[in-house]
Each structure stands twice: as structure tokens, then as C-alpha cells.
């Protein structure tokens, strides 16, 4: 059933528990997500996005406990991704002539995913559409994350409907930020900043700054993902302003995977030299075989630098690293140091190959890394540590 969040404007979404991965599985979700759509009540009846495919048919049996589908007078799509999206066609078979506004990349996602030519209303930054007391403001944002995104700003209300943006796949009935455990939901705030938006940083200062400039009042917004913010909603713009402007905690973090152990040995002993040096830094080592590629991207976007380690394989690394590579390579991160390490028997090319990708991918590497033969003894234990400690004192 829906839930109210003011006189006008009620929640029509759908909580989604048992979900573990998301976009295929290019990303975690061990908190799960939501699904959040909107519907307005004014002279004019809105609903603002709808929820992912596998939950139409519940929520448009759910919606018509709330409104007779036919007084519905627009639908305003912020973003045409099928989580947010996918609701619609089963909706449309009900209302079929019922105007969609989106931006005119929205109506061709639409018509990519579902190849119906439905009555689309092209919008553009700064058009309003009155629905009463109320009007709703358009404001483009693409790359955030897609290149269709809209936000919609309600007058009266103070509502922003940011869709993606200062969102977190988080399940939770409370609804509210300010219900729920302050520290989880910034850390899977700054998870799925980290994971999804990261490449886009210099978007996202830039239309903030651009919303800022409009001075709109602001008591909520109404994200597509996880919590509304109402208890200082402008908490979660601060937070991204700060992340998206080359953001580091005083964290290294450590990424190896190992085949008989001396990889992993190499990287507990380089983490050993770091802490003589700096007994305040956060160090964490992940093995990358093992540990969630997701919650690796995040420590990765905390830290100022790493160390990727492997050892050689097939005149190369191993396979895991490789995607972790990959990974790291389209998160486009900025202001950050690296370096590359690892064990090998017959050939030592991996250390080498790591470093390359590392500054292919906007890291600063500060050495040409470490290669020991075998499995470390005393001698090269010390090396490690020595290379732990040379490359926090470069920090």
C-alpha cells in the first residue's frame, strides 16, 4: 500500500528484500533496494516514475488501490532504465493515451526498451508543468547516470525528485533517512556513489551547482533508491559535492590474489612497513578472489592510495585481478597513488602489467612496484616490509 509523505504526494513504490546483485551482476546489494515511485495529488495527478518489471503487475494492482488509473493526467519519467521503467508498459496497457514526460533521450530509451510509441511529451531544463497549487520543474541531468536523467523539483512541496542521484540500494520499511542507522546508510550511500556515479564526478558538481543557482527551497528528496531525505536533506548534497571533488580518507588499501600464499604473505607484509611509519593510517587488504568487487570499488574511492598485487600467470596476472582492473579503469578516479607488487617462479611479468594498467587508469604510481622469486624468506620478508614503509613515506 501507499504511503504518504504530505497532503499532496504519496509513496507507490515497492521494498525489494531478496535482492543480492543488480544490473546483471555488476553490482551488490546485500542491504537489498527499493523501487520508489510517486504519486501527486493536486488539480492534476501525477505519478513520477514506476518500478522494475518483475513487480508491474503488483504495482499496478497496489496503484489502483490509490487512484482510478484514469484520473492519472501525466507521468513524468526521470530516467528510462527498466528499475525505474519497467512498470510501464503494464500500466500503459491500462491508460494507453496518458502523456509521458521524459527528456528527449527519455523517449528514446523508452522506445529502445519497449518499442511502443506512446505519448510522449518532450521536455527541457526549466520548463514547468502546472498541476495546481503546484507546479513540477524539469531539470535535465545527463550522466547522472544515464544520459535520459531528469530531476523533477514540486513547488509548494519543496520536493526534489533526484531519481538516481543520492540514492542507495537499501530495503528498509522506515522510508526516512532518519529512521534508519545513520552509518549504514551512508556507507551504502557512499557505495553506490562510489560504484555508480564516481565517472561522472564532474556532472555531478556542476548540476548541483546549477540546482543551488535556481535558490529552491528544499524539504525532501524523493530518491528512485533506498531512504527519502527529509531530516536535512541538504546533508547528502554536502556529501556528494565532497565526493565528487576527488574525495580520500587517510586510508591505503591493499588488493592482491595469490596462488600458494606468497602474494598474500607480500601483501601483509607491505601493510606491516605502512603502520611503522603511520600508525593513524587505515589499512585493509582484500583478497580479490574472495571478498565483493563492489565493497573493493568503495574502499578504493576512500583511500588515497593502493597496491595491487598478483602473481604471474600465463606471462600475465591473475584473472581476478584483471577484472578488478577493469573495474578500477571506468571509475575514472582522480588524485590517487599506486603501486604494484607480487610474486612469481618462472617469469615475473604481472608486476609490470599491473603498474601499466594502474596509470592507464589515472593512478600515479610512485614506483615500479616489487617482484620476489617463490615463497618469501627472511631476506625478501624484510623487502616487503621496507617497500611498506618507502611507499608511506612517498604519502
Excluded at 23 to 39: A, D
Excluded at 145 to 157: I, L, Q, R, V
Excluded at 245 to 255: C, F, H, K, L, P
Aim: charged share 25%; with cysteine; aromatic share 12%.
Amino acid at each position: 500500500m501507499g504511503k504518504k509523505l504530505t497532503k499532496k504526494v504519496t509513496w507507490v513504490g515497492k521494498v525489494d528484500w531478496t535482492l543480492n546483485t543488480f544490473h546483471g551482476e555488476e553490482l551488490s546489494t546485500h542491504k537489498g533496494t527499493s523501487y520508489n515511485s510517486y504519486l501527486i495529488k493536486d488539480q492534476k495527478n501525477v505519478l513520477i516514475d514506476t518500478v522494475w518489471r518483475p513487480y508491474d503487475k503488483e504495482f499496478v494492482r497496489n496503484l489502483k488501490k490509490e487512484i482510478d488509473l484514469d484520473k492519472i493526467d501525466f507521468i513524468v519519467v526521470n530516467h528510462g532504465e527498466t528499475d525505474h521503467s519497467g512498470a510501464l508498459p503494464e500500466l500503459m496497457r491500462e491508460i494507453p493515451g496518458t502523456p509521458i514526460y521524459c527528456t528527449a533521450n527519455g523517449i528514446k530509451s523508452l522506445k529502445g526498451h519497449y518499442h511502443a510509441d506512446w505519448n510522449f511529451v518532450q521536455v527541457k531544463t526549466g520548463q514547468e508543468l502546472k498541476i495546481g497549487e503546484s507546479n513540477l520543474i524539469f531539470v535535465e541531468a545527463p550522466m547522472l547516470h544515464w544520459p535520459d536523467t531528469m530531476f523533477t523539483y514540486m513547488t509548494g512541496e519543496n520536493i526534489l525528485f533526484s531519481n538516481d542521484a543520492f540514492g542507495q540500494h537499501y530495503a528498509t520499511e522506515l522510508l526516512y533517512n532518519d529512521c534508519v542507522d545513520e552509518a549504514e546508510l551512508f556507507y551504502e550511500a557512499m557505495k553506490y556513489y562510489a560504484n555508480i556515479l564516481t565517472p561522472f564526478s564532474s556532472q555531478v558538481i556542476k548540476k548541483i551547482k546549477e540546482v543551488q543557482s535556481f535558490n529552491l527551497p528544499l524539504d525532501m528528496i524523493c530518491t528512485s533508491h533506498g531512504v527519502i531525505w527529509r531530516d536535512r536533506p541538504e546533508q547528502i548534497i554536502e556529501r556528494y559535492l565532497s565526493w565528487a571533488d576527488r574525495y580520500s580518507e587517510n586510508q591505503i588499501t591493499v588488493i592482491f590474489d595469490t596462488m600458494w600464499d606468497s602474494t598474500r604473505r607480500m601483501a601483509e607484509l607491505i601493510a606491516e612497513g605502512i603502520r611503522n611509519i603511520d600508525k593513524n593510517v587505515t589499512i585493509k587488504l582484500f583478497h580479490c578472489a574472495k571478498d565483493d568487487k563492489n565493497d573493493i570499488v568503495t574502499e578504493v574511492f576512500k583511500s588515497k592510495a593502493i597496491l595491487v598485487g598478483s602473481p604471474a600467470v600465463n606471462n600475465g596476472f591473475l584473472y581476478s585481478i584483471g577484472g578488478m582492473l577493469e573495474m578500477l579503469r571506468g571509475m575514472k578516479f582522480k588524485g590517487k597513488k599506486a603501486a604494484a607488487f607480487g610474486s612469481y617462479g618462472w617469469s615475473g611479468e604481472a608486476v609490470k602489467q599491473i603498474g601499466e594498467h594502474l596509470s592507464a587508469s589515472g593512478f600515479e604510481l610512485i614506483n615500479d612496484g616489487l617482484r620476489l622469486t617463490w615463497v618469501p624468506d627472511e631476506k625478501a620478508a624484510e623487502e616487503c616490509v621496507l617497500f611498506g614503509e618507502n611507499f608511506a613515506k612517498t604519502l
